[in-house]
Every structure is written in C-alpha cells, then in structure tokens.
C-alpha cells in the first residue's frame, strides 16, 4: 500500500481528460472498470510523482478485460498540473463511490468497481497519425447526467503536458485475480447517457 500523500478534502472533482498510449481501441462510450494494478511512481522528468495505474473494462462484450492504462499527476512542480491531478483523483475516488477526502492509498482503489467516458484522440508517431483511448470522465454521481462521447465524435488531438494521465487500451484473455471484487455491471452495455441501464452505479453505497 501507498499513500497519496494528497489532502482531497477541499479538492473538487473534475473530467479526467486523459490521454493515452497505443493498443487495440475502445469505441467511444460509458463503461465499466476496475484497477488491477496501481503503484506510486516518480515522473519522467523526475521532479514529482504520479499514480499510474491499470483498469480493466468489466462490461460483458467484445470489450471485456480491455485495459487502459492510466497516470494521474499526485505532485509536480507546475501547480496547473498538481491541481488538474488532484482534482481526476478526487473524481476518481468519487466514481468508486469515496467521498471527499476519502480516497487515500493505492490499496483502496484495487477491484473497486467504477464508471467512466471513453473518448479516442488522435497523436503522432514517427511522423504517421495513431489514436489511442482517453478517459473523458470519470462518473460519479456530480456528472451521472452527462453524455457520453459519440461513437461519431471526431478524435481529438492529444496534448502533450503533465496534467493529463496516460490512458490505453490492451485486450487481454487473463482471468481476474480471485481477490477481485464484484464489478457491480450487471452484464451491461455501454449506455447513450446518464448511467447505465441495469449497472448499480458504485458510489452507491449502501450503509
């Protein structure tokens, strides 16, 4: 277990808007994850830390056990960045059903189910156009209302800063762990708004 070292009581939770890396992609949409894989790792730059972290998509269909790949800035020199990264991580942790100043350590975001918009932006790779999958938004009951991105909505194109986390899609046919959690889905499908038809949504905990 890491702690984040990151004082959300205060923090408002906003969209991710996350960039990611190549892999198979995930067509534009709401569904559900879970992180299999979370550590505390220094920047690139070496000059801050991130949380970088591994979720598997938990919606039955050609989709399921899809990873994205995810890095949410925890400190950085630049204080656009830290805010940006503390404000996806409060989202986070509220999409898991958290609440404010709740979520601490990597331990407590493992197998918990939650719900998030999957965009796809364009990027440059040795002078050739890719796309790769971004998390657009995670879901929690501030922004449940909201709609998804269309699978018609054109890529966007990627941003190249500190703030945004990395994000990509990888099919996989491994089983879950057994110390996974229940993903609370349902079996359902991606939905065309609000949250999902069928799926209990996870920040509705029960006491």
Same mark, same amino acid.
């Given at each position: 277990?890491?702690?984040?070292?990151?004082?959300?009581?205060?923090?408002?939770?906003?969209?991710?808007?996350?960039?990611?890396?190549?892999?198979?992609?995930?067509?534009?949409?709401?569904?559900?994850?879970?992180?299999?894989?979370?550590?505390?790792?220094?920047?690139?730059?070496?000059?801050?830390?991130?949380?970088?972290?591994?979720?598997?998509?938990?919606?039955?269909?050609?989709?399921?056990?899809?990873?994205?790949?995810?890095?949410?800035?925890?400190?950085?020199?630049?204080?656009?960045?830290?805010?940006?990264?503390?404000?996806?991580?409060?989202?986070?942790?509220?999409?898991?059903?958290?609440?404010?100043?709740?979520?601490?350590?990597?331990?407590?975001?493992?197998?918990?189910?939650?719900?998030?918009?999957?965009?796809?932006?364009?990027?440059?790779?040795?002078?050739?156009?890719?796309?790769?999958?971004?998390?657009?938004?995670?879901?929690?009951?501030? &922004?449940?209302?909201?709609? !998804?991105?269309?699978?018609? /909505? @054109? =890529?966007?194109? $990627?941003?190249?800063?500190?703030?945004? *986390?990395?994000?990509?899609?990888?099919?996989?046919?491994?089983?879950?762990?057994?110390?996974?959690?229940?993903?609370? &889905?349902?079996?359902?499908? !991606?939905?065309?708004?609000? /949250? @999902? =038809?069928?799926? $209990?949504?996870?920040?509705?905990?029960? *006491?």
């Amino acid at each position: 277990m890491a702690d984040f070292g990151v004082n959300l009581n205060d923090v408002d939770a906003a969209n991710s808007n996350a960039s990611g890396g190549g892999g198979p992609i995930i067509p534009r949409g709401r569904y559900g994850f879970q992180i299999v894989e979370g550590e505390i790792k220094q920047n690139a730059k070496k000059n801050g830390d991130n949380y970088a972290f591994k979720a598997e998509c938990t919606d039955e269909g050609p989709y399921f056990k899809s990873f994205v790949y995810g890095t949410i800035v925890l400190s950085n020199p630049s204080a656009w960045a830290q805010n940006n990264g503390h404000q996806q991580l409060q989202a986070l942790g509220m999409a898991m059903g958290f609440g404010k100043g709740e979520f601490t350590n990597t331990d407590m975001a493992l197998y918990q189910p939650f719900v998030a918009d999957i965009d796809i932006e364009t990027y440059k790779k040795d002078g050739q156009d890719k796309e790769r999958n971004v998390f657009a938004a995670f879901i929690h009951e501030g &922004n449940a209302n909201t709609e !998804p991105p269309s699978e018609k /909505a @054109p =890529a966007t194109p $990627a941003v190249n800063d500190n703030s945004r *986390a990395r994000a990509s899609a990888a099919n996989t046919t491994q089983p879950n762990p057994s110390t996974a959690r229940q993903t609370q &889905n349902g079996g359902s499908a !991606p939905s065309t708004g609000g /949250a @999902p =038809a069928g799926r $209990a949504m996870p920040w509705k905990r029960s *006491a």
